[in-house]
């Protein structure tokens, strides 16, 4: 596991050390790991696409807490993501985890995927990845630098710099053009850049 101070840091600063790492997930149906191919920086109250931006919430309230937590939430009426909160207590920095490898738990990963054709597509985006983990509103707060936790990360192989690539964020409306969504060049399971269309002004 990494040090606490490994997340004691900004997420941008953060965010590019996380490609190659490793994220598990443990359940009663078992476990899956993944390693991280794309991540987005989100810096609280500077940040005005960070969910942190307007203050503690009820929802976000785990984004204010310690580093190195996890903050999961349902997002789109539709699925889950995942966030490793950054910075010292009442901050509210964090890296959204976008992407990735499933390197072990496959079976139990294509079970809970049923709609991805090839593995690549198992975690390929923020609520395909929760869903192969198995995330739900449980697991938010869990430390993910605790041994045998039911979500924790490791330090993987670290990437080639040559590799990581920085750029916009996808689908945020605001900030939109701040790079930082870091990815590994040319891995399959990075997910496709979309710009978020503007928002509409009342006329």
Not at 34 to 41: G, S
Not at 130 to 155: H, I, K, N
Request: with cysteine; hydrophobic share 40%.
């Amino acid at each position: 596991m990494p040090p606490r101070d490994f997340f004691a840091r900004t997420a941008p600063e953060v965010a590019p050390e996380l490609l190659g790492c490793l994220l598990t997930a443990r359940s009663r149906e078992g476990s899956v790991t993944i390693r991280i191919t794309e991540v987005e920086a989100y810096a609280g109250a500077r940040d005005p696409a960070s969910h942190a931006y307007r203050g503690r919430t009820a929802r976000n309230a785990v984004m204010f807490g310690p580093p190195g937590h996890a903050y999961v939430y349902f997002i789109y009426g539709m699925h889950y993501a995942v966030n490793t909160v950054c910075m010292p207590e009442g901050t509210g920095e964090g890296v959204l985890i976008r992407a990735g490898e499933v390197v072990d738990g496959l079976v139990l990963a294509r079970a809970r995927r049923v709609a991805s054709r090839v593995d690549a597509d198992l975690a390929r985006g923020p609520g395909r990845l929760a869903t192969a983990l198995g995330l739900t509103r449980e697991l938010d707060g869990s430390d993910l630098c605790a041994p045998r936790g039911p979500l924790t990360l490791e330090l993987g192989k670290p990437v080639d710099g040559a590799l990581i690539r920085s750029g916009p964020r996808v689908g945020v409306s605001r900030a939109a053009d701040v790079p930082w969504r870091f990815h590994v060049h040319g891995d399959p399971t990075v997910s496709p850049y979309r710009r978020a269309k503007p928002a509409k002004t009342a006329s």
